[in-house]
Each structure stands twice: as structure tokens, then as C-alpha cells.
């Protein structure tokens, strides 16, 4: 079964009528159009605005309206598209394709923003405006002569005035005709178009050249300026009689302030005489000098018109046509016996004349094609120009992050090393051993890591490119720079089309950090959305997953799709802690050998230590997870979490004035970093110490501050709250919210 061809789609003949008959806003032609308003609707077409699907913008479509068809009307308005297409000018509404849907044709054109018709326009314009609306037409009528097109139904209701630019803009070629053909559809003696507004041989049927234009531009400007119609009449035939006749009152009589030289210039248009008529170039040249100075004489450039085409200057042209007369009446006998003759040599001389006109209108339009063609091969070279600066600039690019990352590769050879110096160190006596730390080690790793680290920032600082960028935000973020670290992402998704899947993994890490649940759970979120295959995606859904083996399994997937990232290594560690501290270990090791300078990775591996220590009683482990807790101050003096480890570590030591003094450090740094949980967790370790202490009221005002800043600090300080008397218990209760105050004496009341 044969099939209507639209564009790419297929339409069945027997769906085909019911498909056009039920055009309405919201429906779909194929996969292609989908339409969303009438804009307006005429004899034979109807407009809509309609997305189109292929061009992924809005359009005006063009279709046939439910008329008859005949052949010559398909291929006239097959014959609008192919000339539309050839037309570009500001003035022009531009043709964007055309097609063929069920028998019937239709045409995509630009969408004009917020287009208002003309004569809907013309009442509320000043006359100065209606002069530049005629100025800007006969613009784009010269452009379109020069291209070998007439337009032939030229009236107000054929020009829409752009929403935007005010520009007057011409619609509706499906009336054109390329005066460049060998053929015409519209052939002599065939009446289209609107009758008020055609010339003298347009309404007798005869030759349509684009003088025929230049005459309906006459009436417009005749109506603009008086509001009237130079030729009024009611019927086809008296309107004839009446165009035939030539005359009509002259504008100045209707509107007498207007300049007389308008006078001349509307007669000029509208001469009888096609060839006595104007080009729309002459016309605009007259109506730009004539409403930009009332003084100019933009009139007379049009009554030279004639003269300077027949190669006679106005002062001779009389008193030639004066001899003319005399030779004639000298010679009229002879005249009358060679009648005949003449009427043959005129007619000659009408064909040569025609002849003329067509290779005229042809040269100009081959000269309008070649300049075309000119503009757009400068504009390719142009292009092909400033290509090769963005390709020299690129490249200029490509080698900075080239060099940058070498020195960043040294950075981390360097870093590597002097870590590597740290733990040959290490096995060393401390010379100092009741300070808990060696001033030695301390201060090569003040000199070494920390400063290297600053160095690296400071020089990553503008560096182009994502790899530069993702080191410099890492950096920060190991620093506890958490703000400046989330400008820097900023700065990236602003330089870059997209961000990549590792600064999506830090920006929601950060936001973690900074206490921002929400947004850090949103971008987790998205990245295992997004990015569900890569090392940042597995880790993404690692932390969305609400089941433990699953996380786990997932965060082992994680580390395994990128050998070189420490953060799922720390996060995969932090998950074996109880169930395989030896694994854990080894990761936290690999973690810190990937990147010396997350202090995550050192933070871990104290915390795993002290956690052997607790489990095994054996104290051997606590001085390197000192070490480590102490290195991980170092580089980011800015995390409480390094802190509170450090306390812990010394309290386990039996150093409990040095714990609470270093707790109450890690109050300090909380309350810098200003996030509500690690604020209270802070509080409730210096409470705890502090009661190991006996300093019952610093314990009681750190825990009383703890419920308050997060009730659900209660958690942490229960196992111990619940043995306590009291008058200690009661200060803390009623710290909390009303129901959770219900709640705990709840369960107090049970034991």
C-alpha cells in the first residue's frame, strides 16, 4: 500500500483526511510538528504556531485550508517555498523548508516575536512612522526585485510589523513570481492578487513586471498618509474604469500640511505607465532622503527617473520632444502610407524593450547572487580565521595543564617522600615522651606537608582546565577551607559545559562537612543517577543505600573502578572498622599513599588504632595512633573530629588533663566551623572527660550545651546520664524538647 510522504513521517491515504480535518491546538502531524496556536487564517491557507521537532524551535506553519485544489494552486504554493527560500533580508519574513502532508503543502517559516498586522497597527502610528513602514517595504521590495521575485499581492494585510524591532516585515509570496524563469504558472491574462491595490495592467490582465509592486507600494503610501484609498469603488468593473481613468485627489488636498513634493512622488507611483514607475531601490532612496529632511528634494530623484533611463537629461528632454513634434506633423502624409511599417517597428521595439528588462532583471539577480556568495565566502574565511585562534588558544591551554599537572605530579612524588620520611621517623625514641608527640616530627611536617599544600593552592589559583581544577578544590577541602572550596567548584561549573563526575563527588562531601544534609544528600543522589557506572556514581549509591552489605559491596565496587581515589577507600574503611580491622588498615595505608595530603586518611587510620587498643587491650597501638591523630590536626586545623580523637587517645593514656585541655580546644574549633552536630559531639566529649575529672559543673554545663544545640545528643550522653543522680540528670532533661523530656524520664522511671 502506497503511503503520503511528509517530510520523514508517513501518514496512511485513509487517515489522511481526518488527520487534517482535526487540526487543532495540541494536536501532532507525525513526530515532526506539534501544534500550539492559530496565528491567523486566509482563503486557501491557514497559520499556526507549532514546535518543530526537527529545527527544535518554534515555527509559523503554512498548511492548505480545506478548499478545492486544483493543480495550478498546489503549484503555486510549492512555487512560494522554492522562492521565499531564495529571499534574506530583514525585511522578509525568511522560509525555513516546505513538504508535502496528505496531497497538501505546506510551508515552515521564521516565527516572528509578537508579529502585529499593519492595517491593525496603522491607526495608533504617527504619519512619520507610516513613512519609515513604507521606507523599510520598499526596502525589502528592492531586495526581493533583486533577486528576480514580484511579489504581486503587496497590501497592508500582507505586512506584519515585527513585536520587538517594529520592523515592517512582508508576508505571502504564494502570489510570487520569479521574473528569472523560463516558465510562469501565473500566466497573462490570469487576475491574482487584491484588486484596490493592483496597477493599471495587473487589473486588465496583462504583462505583471515588478512595476506592479511599485504601484501597490503607491496606493499604501496614498493610504498611509490620508487614511483613504486613492481608487474607492464597489465593484471589479467601476474600479477599472476608475484606475483607468488616472484621476484621483491628490494627497495634499486630503492632508494640505504635507510637503507637495509627496505629491510628486505618490504620481510617480502611480503612472499609468509601468515603465514610467520607479524602482523599489529609486523609492527608497526618495522616502529615506524625503523623511529625514522635509527641506531635501528626495521628490525629484524620482522625476528623473525616466529621463536618466532613456540616456536624456531632463533640460534637453522638451525641447527634443518639441522636434519630434514638428518632423511629425511635416511629414504626415508620408506617415499614413508608412503606417504599417511603423506599427511593425514599434512592436519590435516593444519586444527589444521587454527583452531588455528581462536580461536586466536577470543581470541583477545574477549580481545580487554573486554578492551573496561574496559575503559568505569572506564570512567562511572570517570564521575559518577566528578558528585558528581558538585552536592556538586551546592548545595554549592544553600545554598550561599540561604543565601543571607535571608539577603536580612532582607535588605528589614530593609529598610521597617526605611521608615516607615521616614514618622512618617515627620508629625513632621520642626524645620528649611525656609531651605524647616529638616537637621534631611535628615541626618537619609543619615545614613539609601543610606548607607544600598552601604552595599548591596558591599556584593552581586561575589554572585552566578540570584536572586543575578538581586538584586545587581537593586541596582546599583537605585544608577544612570548606567555603572556599565550594566557590572554586562554583567557579569550575561556570568555566566548564559540564561538571565532571569527580568535583560532583567533593562538592557533596563538602556540603557534608559543612553540616548541609539535605543538598549533600541531593548530590549523592545525583550522582549515582547520572553517573551510576563510574567510581563517583558506585560511591554515590553506596551512600544512598539504606542496607549495609550493600553499601559495603558498593564502596568495594567503588575503590576498585579507581585504584588512585582515597576518599571511597577512607569510606570503604571506615565500614570494616569492627568486621575486619586488618582490611580497614591496609586501606587507610593505600589511602594515605594515594593522597598524602588527605588528613581523612591519617584521622582513619588513628581511629582504627585506638579502636585495636580497646578491643585488645593492648596499649602498644596508642603512640602511632597519636601520631597520626596529631598529623591530621596539622593539616586541617580546622576539623573538631582531629581533636576529639586526640583527646581520646590521651585519656586512654591516662593523661586526663591534657585530654580535657585538648577537648576543650576541639569545643573551640567546633564552634568555628559552626555546624550543630560535630558542635554538640564536641560538648559531650568534654563533658565526659570532665566528669572522669570530677568537674561535675563543666561536665553538666558541656552536656546541657550539647542537647541544645542537637537534642539528639541525648544518645551519646544516656549510657552515662542514666547512672547519674538527679540533681545532675534533671539540668539535662530539661534542656531537651517537651516530648523528648517526656520520654526520658520515661524511661528513667523504669529502672
Not at 131 to 145: F, G, K, R, V
Not at 424 to 442: I, L, S, Y
Not at 721 to 734: G, M, T
Amino acid at each position: 500500500m502506497s503511503a503520503w510522504v511528509f517530510d520523514s513521517l508517513r501518514v496512511e491515504p485513509a487517515q489522511a483526511p481526518q488527520l487534517l480535518e482535526s487540526l487543532a491546538p495540541g494536536a501532532r502531524l507525525g513526530e515532526r510538528f506539534e501544534l500550539r496556536a492559530e496565528l491567523g487564517r486566509g482563503a486557501s491557507a491557514v497559520v499556526y504556531r507549532a514546535w518543530d521537532a526537527r529545527l527544535g524551535r518554534e515555527v509559523a506553519l503554512k498548511l492548505l485550508s480545506g478548499v478545492e485544489l486544483d493543480p495550478e494552486t498546489l503549484a503555486r504554493f510549492a512555487r512560494e517555498a522554492e522562492l521565499a527560500a531564495q529571499l534574506e533580508h530583514p525585511g522578509i519574513v525568511r522560509c525555513l523548508g516546505s513538504g508535502e502532508l496528505a496531497g497538501r503543502p505546506f510551508l515552515v517559516s521564521e516565527l516572528v516575536a509578537e508579529p502585529r498586522r499593519l492595517d491593525a497597527a496603522l491607526p495608533s502610528a504617527a504619519r512619520a512612522q507610516r513613512l519609515t513602514y513604507l521606507l523599510e517595504l520598499a526596502e525589502a521590495l528592492a531586495a526581493a526585485h533583486a533577486a528576480g521575485v514580484v511579489h504581486r499581492d503587496l497590501k497592508p494585510a500582507n505586512v506584519i510589523l515585527h513585536g520587538r524591532t517594529g520592523r515592517a516585515m512582508v508576508t505571502d509570496f504564494g502570489l510570487a513570481r520569479d521574473t528569472t524563469a523560463p516558465s510562469q504558472l501565473t500566466q497573462v491574462g490570469e487576475l491574482i492578487g487584491s484588486p484596490v491595490y493592483m496597477a493599471p495592467e495587473q487589473l486588465e490582465g496583462g504583462q505583471v513586471t515588478s512595476a506592479a509592486d511599485i504601484y501597490a507600494l503607491g496606493v499604501m503610501l496614498y493610504e498611509l498618509v490620508t487614511g483613504k484609498l486613492p481608487y474607492d469603488a464597489s465593484d471589479l468593473r467601476s474600479l477599472r474604469e476608475r484606475v483607468r481613468s488616472g484621476r484621483y485627489k491628490p494627497v495634499s488636498e486630503h492632508v494640505p500640511q504635507v510637503n507637495k513634493e509627496l505629491d510628486q512622488i505618490v504620481g510617480e507611483l502611480l503612472s499609468a505607465d509601468p515603465r514610467a514607475r520607479p524602482s523599489a531601490q529609486r523609492v527608497a532612496e526618495a522616502l529615506r532622503g524625503f523623511s529625514g529632511n522635509a527641506s531635501t528634494t528626495g521628490g525629484s530623484k524620482l522625476l528623473s527617473y525616466t529621463a536618466s533611463q532613456l540616456g536624456v537629461r531632463p533640460t534637453v528632454l522638451l525641447p527634443v520632444l518639441g522636434l519630434w513634434v514638428l518632423v511629425l506633423g511635416g511629414v504626415t502624409a508620408w506617415a499614413l502610407w508608412e503606417h504599417r511599417g511603423r506599427r511593425k517597428l514599434r512592436d519590435r521595439q516593444a519586444e527589444l524593450q521587454r527583452t531588455s528588462d528581462e536580461a536586466r532583471a536577470q543581470s541583477d539577480s545574477y549580481r545580487a547572487r554573486l554578492g551573496s556568495k561574496e559575503r559568505e565566502l569572506e564570512q567562511t574565511l572570517e570564521e575559518s580565521s577566528t578558528l585558528r585562534l581558538e585552536r592556538d588558544r586551546l592548545r595554549g591551554q592544553v600545554e598550561a595543564a599540561r604543565q601543571t599537572e607535571a608539577e603536580l605530579v612532582r607535588l605528589r612524588q614530593q609529598l610521597r617522600e617526605v611521608n615516607q620520611q615521616l614514618a622512618d621517623h617515627r620508629r625513632k625514641p621520642p626524645p620528649q615522651p611525656k609531651t605524647g608527640g616529638d616537637p621534631a616530627w611535628e615541626g618537619l611536617l609543619k615545614q613539609t606537608l601543610a606548607r607544600q599544600i598552601e604552595w599548591a593552592i596558591e599556584r593552581l589559583e586561575g589554572a585552566a582546565g578540570p584536572q586543575a581544577a578538581l586538584t586545587r578544590a581537593t586541596l582546599l577541602h583537605n585544608r577544612g577551607r570548606y567555603q572556599e572550596t565550594l566557590a572554586a567548584i562554583a567557579a569550575a561549573r561556570a568555566a566548564q559545559a559540564q561538571l565532571g563526575p569527580e568535583l560532583k563527588a567533593l562538592e557533596a562531601r563538602t556540603l557534608y562537612k559543612l553540616g548541609r544534609m539535605e543538598e549533600a544528600s541531593r548530590g549523592f543522589m545525583d550522582l549515582a543517577q547520572a553517573h551510576p557506572d563510574t567510581a563517583p556514581g558506585l560511591f554515590g549509591r553506596a551512600l544512598t543505600s539504606q542496607d549495609r552489605a550493600e553499601r559495603v559491596r558498593l564502596l568495594q565496587a567503588s575503590a576498585e573502578a579507581d585504584p588512585k581515589a582515597s576518599y571511597m577507600r577512607i569510606a570503604l574503611a571506615s565500614g570494616l572498622v569492627g568486621a575486619d580491622p586488618k582490611r580497614a588498615l591496609q586501606l587507610a595505608d593505600e589511602a594515605i599513599h594515594n593522597d598524602p595530603t588527605a588528613y581523612q586518611s591519617y584521622q582513619l587510620r588513628s581511629q582504627i588504632r585506638l579502636a585495636e587498643v580497646q578491643r585488645t587491650r593492648d596499649k602498644s597501638g596508642l603512640a602511632p595512633a597519636l601520631r597520626d591523630a596529631r598529623c591530621a590536626q596539622l593539616m586541617n586545623p580546622g576539623d573538631p573530629e582531629s581533636w576529639q580523637l586526640v583527646a581520646q587517645i590521651l585519656l586512654a593514656e591516662g593523661k586526663a588533663e591534657e585530654a580535657l585541655a585538648e577537648a576543650t580546644r576541639g569545643v573551640a574549633v567546633a564552634d568555628r566551623l559552626g555546624v550543630a552536630g560535630p558542635r554538640a559531639s564536641a560538648r559531650i566529649l568534654q563533658g565526659q572527660i570532665a566528669l572522669a575529672r570530677r568537674q561535675t559543673n563543666l561536665a553538666l554545663q558541656a552536656w546541657v550545651q550539647a542537647v541544645q544545640l542537637d537534642p539528639r545528643a541525648i544518645q551519646g550522653i544516656w549510657p552515662t546520664l542514666r547512672r547519674l543522680p538527679p540533681r545532675f540528670q534533671d539540668p539535662v532533661i530539661q534542656a531537651l524538647p517537651p516530648e523528648m523530656q517526656r520520654e526520658v524520664r520515661r524511661q528513667l522511671g523504669k529502672r
